[in-house]
Protein backbone atom coordinates (compact mmCIF):
# COMPACT_ATOMS: atom_id res chain seq x y z
CA UNK A 1 0.00 0.00 0.00
CA UNK A 2 2.41 2.04 0.92
CA UNK A 3 4.66 1.40 -2.50
CA UNK A 4 1.84 2.10 -4.06
CA UNK A 5 1.37 5.48 -2.95
CA UNK A 6 4.75 6.80 -3.65
CA UNK A 7 4.57 5.17 -6.90
CA UNK A 8 1.56 7.10 -7.61
CA UNK A 9 3.06 9.98 -6.29
CA UNK A 10 6.35 9.76 -8.40
CA UNK A 11 4.10 9.02 -11.44
CA UNK A 12 1.88 12.33 -10.93
CA UNK A 13 5.26 14.48 -10.06
CA UNK A 14 6.63 13.23 -13.22
CA UNK A 15 3.55 14.19 -15.53
CA UNK A 16 2.95 17.61 -13.61
CA UNK A 17 6.09 18.98 -13.49
CA UNK A 18 7.50 16.97 -16.67
CA UNK A 19 10.54 15.95 -15.36
CA UNK A 20 11.22 12.82 -16.89
CA UNK A 21 13.90 11.87 -18.60
CA UNK A 22 13.93 10.11 -22.00
CA UNK A 23 14.27 6.21 -22.00
CA UNK A 24 18.03 5.70 -23.74
CA UNK A 25 16.01 3.14 -25.75
CA UNK A 26 13.62 5.48 -27.16
CA UNK A 27 16.53 7.55 -28.17
CA UNK A 28 18.09 5.25 -29.89
CA UNK A 29 15.35 4.40 -32.09
CA UNK A 30 14.78 7.41 -32.80
CA UNK A 31 17.93 8.48 -33.74
CA UNK A 32 18.17 5.16 -36.25
CA UNK A 33 14.99 6.86 -37.72
CA UNK A 34 16.53 9.86 -38.44
CA UNK A 35 19.73 8.05 -39.74
CA UNK A 36 17.42 6.48 -42.24
CA UNK A 37 16.38 9.11 -43.21
CA UNK A 38 19.60 11.31 -43.77
CA UNK A 39 21.44 8.18 -45.49
CA UNK A 40 18.24 6.86 -48.04
CA UNK A 41 18.22 10.80 -49.29
CA UNK A 42 21.86 11.21 -49.75
CA UNK A 43 21.72 7.66 -51.42
CA UNK A 44 19.03 8.98 -53.96
CA UNK A 45 20.36 12.83 -54.42
CA UNK A 46 24.08 11.38 -55.42
CA UNK A 47 22.16 9.00 -57.91
CA UNK A 48 20.27 11.52 -59.28
CA UNK A 49 22.99 14.19 -59.65
CA UNK A 50 25.09 12.17 -61.25
CA UNK A 51 22.71 10.31 -63.42
CA UNK A 52 20.78 13.53 -65.03
CA UNK A 53 22.83 16.77 -63.08
CA UNK A 54 21.55 19.03 -60.26
CA UNK A 55 19.21 21.13 -62.35
CA UNK A 56 17.03 17.51 -62.26
CA UNK A 57 17.97 16.75 -58.47
CA UNK A 58 16.09 19.75 -57.31
CA UNK A 59 13.06 17.67 -58.54
CA UNK A 60 13.79 14.31 -57.29
CA UNK A 61 14.76 16.63 -53.47
CA UNK A 62 10.92 18.22 -53.88
CA UNK A 63 9.50 15.07 -54.65
CA UNK A 64 11.79 12.19 -52.53
CA UNK A 65 12.22 13.67 -49.67
CA UNK A 66 8.67 14.41 -48.35
CA UNK A 67 7.99 10.63 -49.72
CA UNK A 68 11.14 9.20 -47.86
CA UNK A 69 9.93 11.24 -45.03
CA UNK A 70 6.17 9.78 -44.77
CA UNK A 71 7.22 6.31 -45.75
CA UNK A 72 9.28 6.45 -41.96
CA UNK A 73 6.29 8.20 -40.71
CA UNK A 74 4.12 5.46 -41.61
CA UNK A 75 6.15 2.35 -40.43
CA UNK A 76 6.30 3.97 -36.93
CA UNK A 77 3.69 6.14 -36.40
CA UNK A 78 5.85 8.87 -35.18
CA UNK A 79 6.20 12.50 -37.34
CA UNK A 80 9.74 12.50 -39.18
CA UNK A 81 10.80 15.58 -41.18
CA UNK A 82 13.73 18.10 -41.90
CA UNK A 83 13.43 21.59 -41.04
CA UNK A 84 16.16 24.17 -41.83
CA UNK A 85 17.76 27.30 -40.03
CA UNK A 86 16.92 29.05 -43.43
CA UNK A 87 14.10 27.26 -45.18
CA UNK A 88 12.94 26.41 -48.70
CA UNK A 89 9.90 24.41 -47.79
CA UNK A 90 8.23 26.64 -45.72
CA UNK A 91 5.42 24.18 -45.23
CA UNK A 92 7.59 21.02 -44.23
CA UNK A 93 10.85 22.89 -43.38
CA UNK A 94 9.46 25.73 -40.52
CA UNK A 95 10.90 24.62 -37.60
CA UNK A 96 8.39 24.93 -34.33
CA UNK A 97 9.33 26.68 -30.87
CA UNK A 98 11.13 22.80 -29.86
CA UNK A 99 12.56 22.53 -33.02
CA UNK A 100 13.88 26.48 -33.28
CA UNK A 101 15.34 25.55 -29.31
CA UNK A 102 17.01 22.43 -30.43
CA UNK A 103 18.42 24.48 -33.47
CA UNK A 104 19.45 27.31 -30.86
CA UNK A 105 21.42 24.75 -28.72
CA UNK A 106 23.31 23.13 -32.29
CA UNK A 107 24.44 26.65 -32.95
CA UNK A 108 25.69 27.25 -29.60
CA UNK A 109 27.41 23.55 -29.02
CA UNK A 110 29.23 24.73 -32.65
CA UNK A 111 30.10 28.04 -31.48
CA UNK A 112 31.76 26.14 -28.32
CA UNK A 113 33.72 23.53 -31.05
CA UNK A 114 31.59 20.53 -30.86
CA UNK A 115 31.36 18.69 -34.52
CA UNK A 116 27.46 19.03 -35.75
CA UNK A 117 28.34 15.41 -37.15
CA UNK A 118 27.26 13.39 -34.24
CA UNK A 119 25.52 16.18 -32.56
CA UNK A 120 21.59 15.70 -30.92
CA UNK A 121 19.26 16.69 -28.64
CA UNK A 122 16.43 14.17 -27.36
CA UNK A 123 14.00 15.70 -24.79
CA UNK A 124 10.66 14.83 -23.12
CA UNK A 125 8.36 17.28 -23.79
CA UNK A 126 4.80 17.78 -22.61
CA UNK A 127 2.63 19.65 -25.14
CA UNK A 128 -1.50 20.58 -25.23
CA UNK A 129 -2.24 17.60 -27.29
CA UNK A 130 0.14 15.38 -24.82
CA UNK A 131 3.55 14.02 -23.79
CA UNK A 132 6.15 13.40 -26.69
CA UNK A 133 9.67 12.15 -26.74
CA UNK A 134 11.47 14.94 -29.37
CA UNK A 135 14.28 14.30 -31.23
CA UNK A 136 16.87 16.01 -33.46
CA UNK A 137 20.04 15.69 -35.39
CA UNK A 138 22.03 18.35 -36.83
CA UNK A 139 22.62 18.32 -40.10
CA UNK A 140 25.69 20.45 -41.50
CA UNK A 141 26.22 21.84 -44.85
CA UNK A 142 29.13 19.60 -47.02
CA UNK A 143 30.44 20.62 -50.05
CA UNK A 144 28.29 18.91 -52.13
CA UNK A 145 25.14 20.73 -50.54
CA UNK A 146 26.66 24.16 -51.90
CA UNK A 147 24.67 23.38 -55.69
CA UNK A 148 21.89 23.90 -54.16
CA UNK A 149 22.32 25.56 -51.04
CA UNK A 150 25.32 27.82 -51.23
CA UNK A 151 26.04 31.46 -52.02
CA UNK A 152 25.19 32.35 -55.89
CA UNK A 153 28.04 32.14 -57.57
CA UNK A 154 28.14 28.36 -56.47
CA UNK A 155 24.65 27.50 -57.93
CA UNK A 156 24.52 27.01 -61.63
CA UNK A 157 21.98 28.84 -63.71
CA UNK A 158 20.14 25.81 -64.37
CA UNK A 159 19.43 24.93 -60.62
CA UNK A 160 19.06 28.42 -60.22
CA UNK A 161 16.01 28.50 -62.58
CA UNK A 162 14.16 25.63 -61.20
CA UNK A 163 14.48 26.63 -57.47
CA UNK A 164 13.16 30.35 -58.78
CA UNK A 165 10.26 27.79 -60.54
CA UNK A 166 9.47 25.74 -57.60
CA UNK A 167 10.20 27.52 -54.76
CA UNK A 168 10.04 31.53 -55.11
CA UNK A 169 10.08 32.29 -51.79
CA UNK A 170 13.49 30.53 -51.29
CA UNK A 171 15.91 31.58 -48.61
CA UNK A 172 18.20 28.56 -48.13
CA UNK A 173 21.05 29.55 -50.17
CA UNK A 174 23.90 31.40 -49.14
CA UNK A 175 25.37 28.57 -46.97
CA UNK A 176 29.02 27.93 -46.24
CA UNK A 177 30.56 24.33 -45.96
CA UNK A 178 30.66 23.65 -42.64
CA UNK A 179 27.41 25.80 -41.59
CA UNK A 180 24.94 24.38 -39.62
CA UNK A 181 21.55 24.19 -42.40
CA UNK A 182 19.46 22.45 -39.53
CA UNK A 183 18.03 19.14 -38.48
CA UNK A 184 16.23 15.70 -38.90
CA UNK A 185 13.21 15.61 -36.32
CA UNK A 186 11.34 13.04 -35.05
CA UNK A 187 8.33 13.82 -32.71
CA UNK A 188 6.97 10.16 -30.86
CA UNK A 189 3.66 10.35 -28.56
CA UNK A 190 4.93 8.75 -25.52
C1 LIG B 1 19.95 19.13 -56.13
C2 LIG B 1 19.72 20.22 -55.21
C3 LIG B 1 19.95 19.97 -53.73
C4 LIG B 1 21.10 19.52 -53.14
C5 LIG B 1 22.38 19.08 -53.78
C6 LIG B 1 20.82 19.56 -51.72
N1 LIG B 1 19.56 20.03 -51.46
FE1 LIG B 1 18.70 20.34 -49.64
N2 LIG B 1 17.00 20.88 -50.52
C7 LIG B 1 16.79 20.93 -51.90
C8 LIG B 1 15.37 21.15 -52.16
C9 LIG B 1 14.73 21.25 -53.54
C10 LIG B 1 14.74 21.21 -50.89
C11 LIG B 1 13.26 21.38 -50.60
C12 LIG B 1 12.66 19.97 -50.51
C13 LIG B 1 11.19 19.94 -50.26
O1 LIG B 1 10.43 20.65 -50.92
O2 LIG B 1 10.80 19.16 -49.35
C14 LIG B 1 15.79 21.05 -49.89
C15 LIG B 1 15.56 21.06 -48.53
C16 LIG B 1 16.51 20.80 -47.58
C17 LIG B 1 16.24 20.77 -46.15
C18 LIG B 1 14.89 20.93 -45.47
C19 LIG B 1 14.61 22.29 -44.95
C20 LIG B 1 14.14 23.28 -46.00
O3 LIG B 1 14.84 24.29 -46.17
O4 LIG B 1 13.08 23.06 -46.64
C21 LIG B 1 17.44 20.47 -45.56
C22 LIG B 1 17.70 20.33 -44.07
C23 LIG B 1 18.41 20.31 -46.61
N3 LIG B 1 17.82 20.54 -47.84
C24 LIG B 1 19.73 19.99 -46.39
C25 LIG B 1 20.62 19.66 -47.41
C26 LIG B 1 21.97 19.17 -47.17
C27 LIG B 1 22.61 18.99 -45.81
C28 LIG B 1 22.51 18.90 -48.40
C29 LIG B 1 23.87 18.30 -48.71
C30 LIG B 1 24.17 17.01 -48.10
C31 LIG B 1 21.52 19.25 -49.40
N4 LIG B 1 20.39 19.70 -48.78
C32 LIG B 1 21.73 19.16 -50.75
C33 LIG B 1 17.74 20.79 -52.88
C34 LIG B 1 19.00 20.29 -52.68
Known amino acids: MKKSLIVILLLTGCATYGTQTAQ ?18 SAKLKAEVSANGPASAVGVCKEIA ?3 ASGLSRQTGWEVG ?11 GTPDAWEAKALANFSERMKQG ?8 AEVVTEPSGKYLRYAKAVAVQPQCLTCHGPAESIPAGVK ?11 A ?18
Not at 114 to 121: F, I
Open 161 to 171: ARLQTEYPMDQ
Open 82 to 92: RVGTRVRNART
Open 114 to 121: EKPDTMEL
Open 24 to 41: PEQVEESRNVAKSLGMQL
Open 66 to 68: PQI
Open 173 to 190: TGYQAGELRGAIVVKRPL
